[in-house]
């Protein structure tokens, strides 16, 4: 079963709302947390690296102000998106670290988000 | 850095014909590399991976890849497709967990009755 579980999976929303995703680890702590942006038919870039309770580490180009990332437990790790816009409009998988320092990653199921 | 080429972005092959999804990477140290699979709306599942030992490892559904580091790449493999394949192949490496995996493109294997 999923050991790393997003939510929602699909929203809508209208241009200049904030919307919130949520990604929990399931029966396991995660310290560290990665969110990945993927366009269609793309690749996953990485957005930014969650670290519980310390600030997120944010990619070369990616504005801290606009997504938003919280890291308020071990097993939990929020992105929120601020005043979307289309351009926002993605899938957002995020991800956590499998024991043993090997970089795997387990995935979450991601969040489709269409801003109108 | 480390870097990750798919040179192809989308294979089509007829069901149970075999199939070779291409992967090389740069990298100047030792790395990890893993192949993962991802359904339509779905997010990454590990297919199969190579930490060390036998450079040829193979998952539970018939896949296998083999790490060949003089050509520096882990082409991804299977004798005999289904249409359950059909998905998208990510290819991505690490080096030695120190860092966030990096994602080549993705190959988009289309499998065909």
């Known amino acids: 079963g999923a050991v790393v579980s997003q939510h929602p999976s699909w929203v809508i929303c209208k241009s200049g709302t904030s919307v919130k995703i949520e990604c929990r680890s399931l029966?396991?702590?995660?310290?560290?947390m990665f969110w990945y942006r993927q366009f269609p038919k793309q690749s996953l870039m990485l957005m930014a690296t969650?670290?519980?309770?310390?600030?997120?580490?944010?990619e070369q180009g990616v504005e801290k102000d606009k997504f938003l990332i919280n890291h308020a437990s071990l097993t939990l790790s929020t992105l929120t998106v601020t005043s979307a816009h289309p351009e926002d409009s993605s899938f957002y998988i995020c991800s956590a670290p499998t024991r043993g320092n090997t970089g795997e990653l387990f995935f979450g199921e991601g969040s489709r988000l269409t801003v109108l | 850095a480390q870097s990750v080429t798919q040179l192809d972005s989308q294979v089509p092959v007829f069901e149970e014909a075999p199939v070779e999804l291409r992967c090389n990477y740069s990298s100047s140290v030792s790395v990890y590399l893993f192949w993962y699979v991802q359904y339509p709306n779905q997010g990454l599942q590990l297919l199969l991976k190579y930490l060390s030992g036998s450079t040829l490892v193979e998952s539970i559904n018939g896949f296998e890849a083999e790490f060949n580091k003089s050509q520096t790449s882990f082409h991804l493999r299977k004798p005999s497709v289904h249409i359950s394949d059909t998905a998208e192949y990510f290819c991505?490496?690490?080096?030695?967990?120190?860092?966030?995996?990096?994602f080549g493109k993705g190959t988009r294997l289309s499998v065909i009755a």
């Open positions: 969650s670290n519980e309770g310390s600030k997120a580490t944010y």
């Open positions: 991505a490496v690490s080096d030695l967990g120190n860092t966030p995996l990096v």
């Open positions: 029966d396991f702590q995660a310290t560290t």
